[in-house]
T-cell receptor
């Protein structure tokens, strides 16, 4: 079945850029998503990218997609302490069951003041 | 308008009891999803509704789990004879219409603890 992998932890200093990486196995993925989860809260959609795009920028967020390598990254510019959270990569396929999102285990981002 | 809401936010129950978890989707969203998030894991799909019908319940772990959406809006996830392994955060999401293209918006979740 589909699998989504992420590194579990990332620590950066306030003001630096953060890069969170994700790999997935489903070559038929149509949309890829980044969600943010703060302690005790639900999932907040940050951004998404369609599989025929290479890059998407939204304010401080830049998403890069390498479809050949099935690699997705989220770059957060000028990282702030409020960005400390768990970031989930999720993919949606194109075949049967494509309404299901498959999530990674999440990357915990810690921002050091 | 308001986002997806879920009640209760926390539920503590004893092993063997029955629980109901409620989800109120974003107004106008016809698609509704339930996911389960265990500690340290990402959410895992349970069931998807399009309108009143369960279009895919392949993620429900066993027949103790059941969900309904009788009027195509509010949904209830029902768990019978709860077990300690059912402890998790249960997340609900909704989307506009086509699950193939529309983004899923998540509620805050219900944290279920089975003692």
């Amino acid at each position: 079945g589909e699998d989504v992998e992420q590194s579990l932890f990332l620590s950066v200093r306030e003001g630096d850029s953060s890069v969170i990486n994700c790999t997935y196995t489903d070559s038929s993925s149509t949309y890829l998503y980044w969600y943010k989860q703060e302690p005790g809260a639900g999932l907040q959609l940050l951004t998404y990218i369609f599989s025929n795009m290479d890059m998407k920028q939204d304010q401080r967020l830049t998403v890069l997609l390498n479809k050949k390598d099935k690699h997705l990254s989220l770059r957060i510019a000028d990282t702030q302490t409020g960005d400390s959270a768990i970031y989930f990569c999720a993919e949606r396929g194109s075949g049967a069951g494509s309404y299901q999102l498959t999530f990674g285990k999440g990357t915990k981002l810690s921002v050091i003041p | 308008g308001a986002g997806v809401s879920q009640t209760p936010s926390n539920k503590v129950t004893e092993k063997g009891k029955y629980v109901e978890l409620r989800c109120d989707p974003i107004s106008g969203h016809t698609a509704l999803y339930w996911y389960r998030q265990s500690l340290g894991q990402g959410p895992e799909f349970l069931i998807y509704f399009q309108g009143t019908g369960a279009a895919d319940d392949s993620g429900l772990p066993n027949d103790r789990f059941f969900a309904v959406r009788p009027e195509g809006s509010v949904s209830t996830l029902k768990i019978q004879r709860t077990e300690r392994g059912d402890s998790a955060v249960y997340l609900c999401a909704s989307s506009l219409s086509s699950p193939l293209t529309d983004t899923q918006y998540f509620g805050p979740g219900t944290r279920l603890t089975v003692l």
